[in-house]
């Protein structure tokens, strides 16, 4: 086996990382009025230089920005496409006495569409802290949060009276020209973010998908042409991956089960480069879906969690890989992290050197594995 050269990396990782204290007093400080936009983002610059040197020191190939500019994974991207609107959010409750801030809430209220760079000075920045031989990803949320949240209800019915082709279509569209604005930056890197295929796996979920009128079972081959859209525009020479979640709020998840429901469409149908996908645990289910992983793709296992500090073996990892490569070949699989470690700005429940010491648990794992 041999160590890859192009993207994902035999060592990789999903992209979040636990934001700093300073960064986070300088988020408070603009949202009490205190500092200005551009100060924020000087501050936020800092941070990423940071980070950058960070993720480079424990041996990765692949850079991220952290997400550093992010309160949320998917939102903050999502909202600046034309058409798309956020609710406040909203302050629950809970039965305990506790207070807990909602996610806020997307709605398609008109046509989709492209109507600036979103990631490209975000991107533009990033690449310029990068050492030579490391690669920056850009990490968006995939096309599918538009849909499976809300459902048919959360797309306006006047500007969509039929979601087939016209909002998928619109939203690929949009997709593709973001796509393309990175590539011309630069940009060879791209993974799409997806809670929704493996939401489509736990049974509680797929019932709430049954009760707003959408099939369980027909929504990942849905979803697979969806994707296979944007990838037709996805410019060439660029590595276009998608990350499976099953949510990771302080260090919580939203679901659980066995891949099998998705793992056709998700694998077979779909267009795509690469896939991470979350093993750290037995929510996760067994390896056999890989089976359905074609020669020409590839499988990134998430077997180190990052939702928890203590430490994973390299026996255990190493075992765990060798019973992935029982369904797919060895030299079509990577190790990463599960997740992110800080998928919104609130960070899950780890210490900054636990999340040193799993990457590097990650990075040495895979050079004794593949060499």
Not at 203 to 212: F, T, V
Not at 319 to 326: F, G, H, L, M, S
Request: charge should be neutral; proline fraction near 6%.
């Amino acid at each position: 086996m041999t160590a890859r050269t192009t993207p994902p990396f035999r060592a990789d990782h999903v992209g979040s990382f636990l934001r700093p204290k300073f960064l986070l007093d300088a988020r408070e400080q603009k949202a009490r009025g205190e500092i200005n936009a551009a100060q924020l983002r000087a501050v936020e610059d800092k941070a990423i230089a940071e980070i950058v040197k960070f993720q480079q020191d424990v041996g990765l190939q692949s850079i991220t920005d952290g997400e550093f500019r992010r309160t949320y994974f998917h939102i903050d991207f999502l909202e600046q496409l034309g058409g798309v609107k956020t609710d406040i959010p909203v302050t629950i409750r809970k039965p305990d006495g506790t207070e807990e801030l909602a996610p806020p809430v997307m709605k398609v209220v008109d046509k989709v569409r492209h109507v600036k760079d979103i990631q490209r000075a975000d991107f533009e920045f990033l690449k310029r802290q990068v050492a030579p031989g490391m690669t920056p990803k850009v990490t968006i949320p995939s096309p599918t949060m538009l849909h499976f949240r809300g459902g048919r209800a959360g797309i306006s019915k006047v500007r969509y009276p039929e979601l087939d082709p016209a909002f998928y279509d619109d939203v690929a569209t949009a997709y593709g020209e973001e796509l393309r604005s990175l590539y011309n930056a630069g940009c060879r890197y791209v993974q799409m973010d997806d809670t929704n295929m493996a939401y489509l796996c736990d049974d509680k979920m797929r019932e709430a998908a049954r009760l707003r009128g959408d099939d369980p079972n027909e929504l990942p081959h849905r979803y697979a042409a969806f994707i296979n859209k944007v990838v037709a525009k996805k410019p060439p020479g660029m590595t276009l991956a998608m990350h499976l979640c099953r949510g990771n709020f302080k260090s919580t998840h939203a679901a659980a089960g066995n891949y099998e429901p998705v793992a056709e469409a998700l694998l077979s149908e779909m267009n795509l480069d690469a896939y991470f996908m979350e093993y750290d645990d037995d929510r996760s289910g067994d390896f056999k879906p890989l089976r359905f992983l074609p020669k020409g793709k590839i499988v990134v296992l998430g077997l180190v969690t990052t939702k928890f500090g203590e430490m994973e073996s390299k026996d255990t990892l190493k075992r765990r890989i060798d019973e992935a490569a029982k369904y797919a070949p060895l030299d079509q699989l990577c190790l990463s992290p599960q997740c992110g470690f800080s998928s919104t700005v609130h960070g899950n429940n780890i210490a900054v050197e636990a999340q040193r010491a799993k990457l590097r648990l990650v990075v040495e794992t895979a050079a004794e594995v593949w060499g």
